[in-house]
T-cell receptor, first 110, second 115 residues
Framework: DAKTTQPPSMDCAEGRAANLPCNHSTISGNEYVYWYRQIHSQGPQYIIHGLKNNETNEMASLIITEDRKSSTLILPHATLRDTAVYYCIVLKAAGNKLTFGGGTRVLVKP | NAGVTQTPKFRILKIGQSMTLQCTQDMNHNYMYWYRQDPGMGLKLIYYSVGAGITDKGEVPNGYNVSRSTTEDFPLRLELAAPSQTSVYFC??????????????FGPGTRLTVT
């Protein structure tokens, strides 16, 4: 599975959009981009995933570049409860293993 | 659905003791996983299973054993506990079918201290 690169940390103002980047330059055609987050001491929580089209759900939007070498997770109106570590993971559809890298530690400030 | 449940929530073991961490899911997922997370670190895969009767090693399998006799249950066994196994253990499950992949659900974790 392709590796991902994320910034180690970022701050965001409450009520503003949070844009979290992820590079996955070695992604192959059948690999999906997944985003998870882990709020302190809890189990990771699924946010969204996509293959090549942009995706949106009740939690977030996922924008994947046309060459699929990078993506951005958008939290449209960040709240204090969105403070967490966010993980970008690349995985084949029938891939066996989610591999968690370092993620981005997001701090939402009032 | 209860999702993924783990027991116990907390446990303190003495060095050399053994224990089994229980994990159950009620979503009929075929894939199940065990991860550990040391303080301030990311998750590392210990073992995983793609179906009943099938298990495979992850990144850090030493000191652990697993079995998968049913779709629902995936217990993790620690033999001869060591201080290096002090960690938070997360169980997870995921559905993979028809070439499609779905989200992975995690349990609340078991906090284990070995002293």
């Amino acid at each position: 599975d392709a590796k991902t690169t994320q910034p180690p940390s970022m701050d965001c103002a409450e009520g503003r959009a949070a844009n979290l980047p992820c590079n996955h330059s070695t992604i192959s055609g059948n690999e999906y981009v997944y985003w998870y987050r882990q709020i302190h001491s809890q189990g990771p929580q699924y946010i969204i995933h996509g293959l090549k089209n942009n995706e949106t759900n009740e939690m977030a939007s996922l924008i994947i570049t046309e060459d699929r070498k990078s993506s951005t997770l958008i939290l449209p109106h960040a709240t204090l409860r969105d403070t967490a570590v966010y993980y970008c993971i690349v995985l084949k559809a029938a891939g066996n293993k989610l591999t968690f890298g370092g993620g981005t530690r997001v701090l939402v400030k009032p | 659905n209860a999702g993924v449940t783990q027991t116990p929530k907390f446990r303190i073991l003495k060095i050399g003791q053994s224990m089994t961490l229980q994990c159950t899911q009620d979503m009929n997922h075929n894939y199940m996983y065990w991860y550990r997370q040391d303080p301030g670190m990311g998750l590392k895969l210990i073992y995983y299973s793609v179906g009943a009767g099938i298990t495979d090693k992850g990144e850090v399998p030493n000191g652990y054993n697993v079995s998968r006799s049913t779709t629902e249950d995936f217990p993790l066994r620690l033999e001869l506990a060591a201080p290096s196994q002090t960690s938070v253990y997360f169980c997870a499950s995921r559905a993979v079918a028809g070439g499609l992949s779905y989200e992975q659900y995690f349990g609340p974790g078991t906090r284990l201290t070995v002293t």
